[in-house]
């Protein structure tokens, strides 16, 4: 008999009162090795709750006019300053506290659509992310998830068992609604259920399963692995729920129930290990709210680039999971903001923002699309920045290149888009 074979029924009965604990960090079935790697490619999407400052995170340090809509908020051109933006090209510049994206850049894996989003001109945040989230910008009724669409075009045979297996997991949210459908999804909690620590906050108990699970088995490191996970997890939310900065109810209301970006990284740690261990996992998506900034927005320092700085943490942790030829992260969120500051030196509700994305196929360290500039007659509703590309022709061209999805397929996801032929140098080949 193995060891794994004498602790089996001990095992079962800790986490099955682990699992009534709500523990889903804790539960093997997260950590169990798949069959077969899958070769295709992976996708990541990372929804920043909220409608983050695409202007302060890709700078037009090229147009004067950010300059004069921005007389408290912009972000300095570029000069060397550590406070100032770094030059990509003559026209934009990255945010200081997105640094430690330069080598993405540099490398040519990281890319950006300077003015893409929903061709709906919605200001709400619920309206705006249901749209994105549904893949019918618009459309406010029930509706499948397009993530959980694509999921069951793509759902793995049934195993032995006869049950199908999830290829798409969502950290982070309970039911985010671009994961809600038919198809099986796996999903690890955040929110409140992760704040509490379950079966593992007596310290009787968890020494009692540590001391169980101390070999150095698969098995056991795995479960020590997720033990700890959900620990930390509990940890870094409670230090959310107590940080000033999130005590707006309104900026609280637009996160939509995601958890901050402070704890972005640790979900992506989770869901790359995750997607690591099974690579029957093909689609994951995590989300942060805290980037809904009407007042004190900050420039080089300030909330605002708290944000950045974890997003850009964030990224160069899913770089080292997700780096195989067919895999593409997205960052993404629901409107840009105003394309001048408020007189709270904060920003409020526009329309067109930047969407990036990262990948070995993605023609990167440049930027993809039309710019037409800030200057008033080239606004928005005289405002905003506008959305020269829908969203949807963004991801179907990463979902053919890289899922090799044809057009029904890409039909039945976003139904009534148009192909954007002026990004079909987005990905190579």
């Not at 809600?180 to 009787?204: E, F, K, M």
């Not at 927005?297 to 700085?309: D, E, K, P, R, V």
Request: net charge neutral.
């Amino acid at each position: 008999m193995s060891p794994i074979d004498t602790y089996a029924l001990p095992r079962r009965n800790f986490l099955a009162t682990l699992a009534a604990a709500g523990s889903a960090w804790a539960a093997p079935a997260c950590w169990a090795q798949n069959s077969a790697a899958d070769a295709s490619g992976r996708l990541v999407v990372v929804f920043l709750r909220g409608a983050y400052d695409g202007l302060s995170a890709l700078v037009p340090h090229g147009d004067s006019n950010y300059y004069a809509l921005r007389p408290s908020i912009a972000i300095a051109a570029p000069d060397g300053n550590g406070l100032a933006a770094i030059r990509l090209d003559s026209t934009f510049g990255l945010h200081p506290a997105l640094a430690p994206l330069m080598p993405l850049w540099q490398q040519g894996v990281l890319g950006v659509i300077p003015a893409a989003g929903s061709p709906d001109p919605t200001r709400s945040h619920f309206d705006a992310q249901h749209h994105w989230e549904t893949g019918l910008p618009g459309h406010g009724g029930a509706a499948n998830g397009w993530m959980n669409t694509l999921a069951s075009l793509r759902t793995n045979a049934p195993a032995a068992d006869g049950k199908a297996h999830a290829i798409a997991l969502g950290v982070g949210e309970a039911n985010p609604q671009i994961l809600s459908g038919g198809a099986p999804v796996q999903l690890v909690p955040r929110g409140q259920a992760a704040t509490r620590q379950g079966a593992l906050g007596d310290s009787r108990t968890r020494d009692a399963v540590m001391q169980l699970y101390a070999g150095q088995d698969r098995l056991s490191q795995a479960f020590r692995a997720g033990a700890d996970s959900r620990m930390q997890t509990a940890q870094t939310l409670n230090a959310d729920m107590a940080d000033p900065a999130m005590a707006s109810k309104e900026m609280l209301a637009a996160n939509n129930g995601a958890g901050s970006a402070q704890g972005l990284l640790l979900d992506a740690q989770h869901l790359g290990t995750l997607m690591r261990q099974d690579r029957r996992l093909r689609l994951g998506f995590l989300s942060a709210g805290g980037w809904d900034t009407h007042a004190n927005q900050g420039s080089a320092t300030g909330t605002l680039a708290n944000n950045l700085g974890n997003l850009a943490a964030t990224l160069t942790q899913l770089r080292r999971d997700f780096s195989q030829s067919g895999d593409v992260v997205v960052v993404c969120s629901e409107f840009g903001r105003t394309s001048a500051e408020n007189g709270t030196r904060g920003t409020d509700h526009g329309h067109g923002n930047a969407l990036w994305i990262m990948g070995n196929q993605v023609q990167g360290g440049r930027w993809h699309g039309n710019w037409t500039g800030l200057a008033p007659g080239n606004l928005h509703e005289g405002r905003d920045l506008p959305v020269h590309h829908d969203f949807r022709a963004v991801f179907a061209q990463i979902l053919r290149r890289t899922q090799g999805l044809g057009n029904a397929e890409l039909d039945r996801l976003f139904p009534g888009f148009s192909w954007d032929s002026s990004l079909d140098r987005l990905l190579q080949g």
